[in-house]
């Protein structure tokens, strides 16, 4: 319609069209979207990789990924058995209406999950991790790798503090960071006044790679929400809300054998903790929507993962009637994911495209098996050479009383620190691993518990009286242990 204008002339089209991006706002929006795929699609490989590369180039970890992958499935397949119940089924029309009445208020509801049992524990999936080999290594050829004794036996790439310290400069000791209560260069009130100024300039300018650069040194708590939502390139509009509104349409037409698995994950951590038991609500709301929605089903593209099958029953191995079943449920605790996002978002559809956006870039690698430099193998493999390299008589000590420090910190790492630190201190963090699109900061923040508390640690003689001295870690004050750890340490 605008061509046919009179003032439109095609010699200066593209100019035109320019002009018309930029005062409409639309070249703001394309250039966010263009950066939200550029951090969430890996680099192109060489035209002639096959597919699966893309995924992960390397062989040995695919075939790890699948086998855990049959393992979940086979427990899940198992307990429909011993249970008698189907995968999927449609609701009678009486508990339709009664979940749809009760849809705000599902806390109130005690089902019997007494015969649910999760289907892996954190252990569980750490014993494979450990079981991992590379065949062309077989035989510890490597004299460099063969000197790594920790329980994570695979030759990758990871960094060392002087990189560390290069991709994290903004942590440093000399830059103003929100987090820090006592910097000696700047006085906090001043510089947490111009943070805040600056922040609110970001978010006026609505560019999203401004603000993931600016969330390095820390996020306001009154801005948190909308810088978060702008670098994740999520504006809530009518669409969006109206497919948050399908999806709760499915959740109350059909009843599928992991929401009790969802309920119980819940009531088992959510509902027992101090900071998050106020939120079980909007848990459910997101987690049942989240468990139903095949948008997310995309991310197996540049996942190691493959997103598990079912056969429509009478059907098994015919492929036209196979179904993803489910999209995507992490079986472990994946409510802690979402817990620390209900403190900022408070409109159901709004948190749930924050917290599917944030599983697609980072949490998913936390649960799969790959070569990643954020992938939950290359954190472990990096924690370990951090301790093992920085403080090596803490690490040999704790190795020869069979207190192997991965086997303490893992769990904090596969849940990003959800449920261990304190909720301002947990969002702290995340804005770093929004800020770095990196999840390399939970293995030196790992690292650095272990320094911070490694007097007490060089005296316990138990793997129970290790974890005993780290088991509270809701007093640590986040920033000041990254800072020191990375700066301070002689390299």
């Not at 649960?367 to 301790?387: K, M």
């Amino acid at each position: 319609v605008s061509l046919r204008k009179p003032e439109i002339k095609l010699e200066s089209l593209k100019e035109d069209i320019k002009d018309f991006l930029k005062t409409s706002g639309w070249e703001k929006k394309l250039q966010n979207a263009v950066y939200s795929e550029l951090n969430v699609f890996p680099s192109p490989c060489h035209p002639a990789a096959p597919p699966e590369h893309m995924k992960e180039p390397l062989a040995y970890m695919r075939k790890a990924q699948g086998s855990w992958e049959k393992r979940i499935l086979k427990s899940l397949n198992s307990m429909c058995t011993e249970l008698s119940i189907p995968l999927a089924q449609k609701r009678p029309v009486s508990e339709q209406k009664e979940l749809l009445n009760k849809w705000n208020e599902m806390g109130t509801d005690e089902p019997d999950l007494s015969l649910f049992r999760p289907v892996y524990a954190p252990k569980d999936f750490l014993e494979v991790l450990m079981n991992l080999r590379n065949p062309n290594y077989e035989n510890g050829e490597q004299p460099s790798f063969r000197s790594h004794l920790g329980l994570i036996q695979v030759p990758l790439k990871v960094k060392d503090i002087p990189e560390l310290k290069e991709d994290f400069s903004e942590l440093s000791l000399n830059t103003g960071q929100l987090g820090i209560d006592d910097s000696a260069q700047v006085p906090p009130e001043f510089f947490e006044n111009e943070h805040v100024r600056v922040g609110q300039k970001v978010l006026a300018e609505q560019d999203s790679a401004a603000a993931q650069q600016y969330v390095r040194q820390g996020c306001p708590t009154a801005l948190r929400a909308d810088l978060w939502a702008l670098i994740l390139n999520i504006s809530n509009q009518p669409e969006d809300i109206l497919y948050y509104e399908q999806l709760k349409s499915n959740v109350i037409q059909h009843d599928l054998l992991v929401d009790s698995l969802i309920y119980k994950d819940v009531k088992l951590t959510a509902s027992n903790d101090d900071y998050y038991f106020v939120f079980e609500d909007y848990l459910y709301q997101v987690l049942l929507c989240f468990s139903r929605d095949t948008s997310v089903l995309e991310h197996f593209t540049y996942s190691s993962a493959t997103p598990p099958k079912s056969y429509i029953r009478g059907k098994l191995g015919m492929e036209e009637y196979a179904v993803f079943y489910p999209p995507n449920v992490n079986y472990n605790s994946f409510i802690l994911s979402v817990a620390p996002l209900c403190f900022l978002y408070h409109e159901p559809p709004k948190l749930y495209q924050i917290f599917r956006e944030m599983y697609v870039r980072f949490f998913f690698r936390l649960h799969s098996i790959s070569s990643h430099p954020s992938g939950i193998v290359s954190l472990c493999l990096l924690f370990e050479t951090l301790l093992q390299t920085h403080l090596p008589q803490l690490f040999y000590h704790l190795r020869e009383i069979g207190a192997q420090p991965l086997r303490i910190s893992f769990k904090w790492m596969v849940r990003a620190f959800s449920g261990y630190l304190a909720t301002d201190q947990l969002l702290l963090l995340w804005d770093r691993i929004l800020g770095y699109n990196s999840l390399e900061i939970l293995a030196v923040l790992a690292a650095a518990v272990f320094a911070f508390r490694a007097v007490n640690l060089m005296e316990v003689t138990s793997l129970a009286a290790a974890e005993a001295v780290l088991a509270d870690l809701s007093t640590l004050k986040v920033m000041p242990l990254l800072q020191i750890f990375l700066f301070a340490t002689v390299t």
